[in-house]
């Protein structure tokens, strides 16, 4: 087996954690696998993965050599197809991370679409509320809401999504309709989110940049759990009108205080480098782009 292919195997061995997984992919013998694994540690003198009986790790060696082989591989892999007629159909895997509500909401619904005009792409679709660091995971592109962090990647911004304030009809009932912020210190109670990034619960907002005080009986850290609570009756939330649009439109949820929200959240696509952009990637942050798109304020 040549340097190139060695390279190619441990990036796959990389990317999926596992020799075996690496092996069916590749469609390689898991010995196969091994030695070009072990062949590569010796050629370039030092360890690359960590190896134990239940999982593979990448070493901070093998983590340098992945990060350069990536736009190494895409590259070749374009080069590849350069001349054949199956150039023109987007191919391979592509990691992207979104949020779990835009991936069940928004996204799984539409991949059959995607993957309609496009046969021969695999996405590997990760769905979380937390902030990942794409290059130690992997990831070729992720899907943000809200303020960023300073970093290294590259953002592409979409636009802003807005957020309305909801209840059920049964905390309603019990509580009273809130009309204006001075109301919800009336004995209002709002649905608390812990920040996937900090673990502070976030305040109550009714403009951008102001925010009032207002109590929790329960604090939760992923949409899922927020959006139940509201149902259950356990306070007033905050949250993008796509996740919850389906609610309000059967009367599960009632939309509240429509003149005091808080303000639009930015959406944003990230990716490691503008030089490891694929053709997979570029197809998926424009398909992913025009979903967004009429969800976003204008």
């Known amino acids: 087996m040549d340097r190139f292919e060695q390279y190619r195997v ?29 062949q590569l540690e010796t050629q370039v003198g030092v360890r690359l993965l960590h190896r134990t009986t239940r999982q593979v790790r990448l070493t901070a060696d093998g983590a340098q ?20 007629q199956s150039a023109r159909q987007v191919a391979g895997r592509l990691n992207v991370d979104v949020p779990s509500r835009i991936a069940r909401r928004l996204v799984a619904p539409a991949l059959p679409g995607l993957l309609r005009r496009h046969p021969r792409l695999q ?19 992720a899907v943000r809401i809200g303020a960023l962090h300073d970093s290294s990647l590259v953002s592409r911004p ?18 009273g309709v809130p009309l204006t912020p001075e109301d919800l210190a009336q004995g209002h109670w709002m649905v608390g989110y812990a920040s996937p ?16 005080a207002l109590p929790s009986r329960v604090v939760v850290n992923n949409a899922e759990s927020y959006i139940a609570c509201c149902l259950a009756g356990l306070g007033l939330i905050q949250i993008p009108r796509f996740d919850v649009q389906h609610l309000l439109d059967a009367g599960e949820l009632v939309d509240v205080m429509p003149a005091h929200r808080a303000a639009a959240m930015p959406v944003t696509l990230l990716y490691p480098h503008r030089r490891q952009r694929s053709r997979r990637l570029a197809v998926f942050l424009e398909w992913f782009e025009e979903l967004m798109r009429k969800h976003l304020d204008a």
């Open 10 to 38: 441990f990036a796959q061995v990389a990317e999926m954690g596992s020799f075996i997984k690496a092996a069916n992919a590749l469609e390689l013998a898991r010995a196969s696998v091994s030695a070009a694994i072990q």
């Open 65 to 84: 050599l992945l990060e350069r082989l990536r736009p190494l591989l895409a590259e070749v892999e374009e080069i590849d197809h350069l001349f054949q």
């Open 123 to 141: 996405l590997a679709l990760g769905s979380s509320d937390r902030a990942i660091d794409l290059i130690q995971e992997g990831v070729d592109c």
């Open 158 to 175: 979409l636009g802003r999504i807005a957020l309305v304030n909801c209840a059920s009809p049964a905390y309603l009932r019990e509580q």
């Open 197 to 212: 990034t900090t673990g502070r619960e976030l305040p109550w907002e009714i403009a951008a940049g102001q925010a009032v």
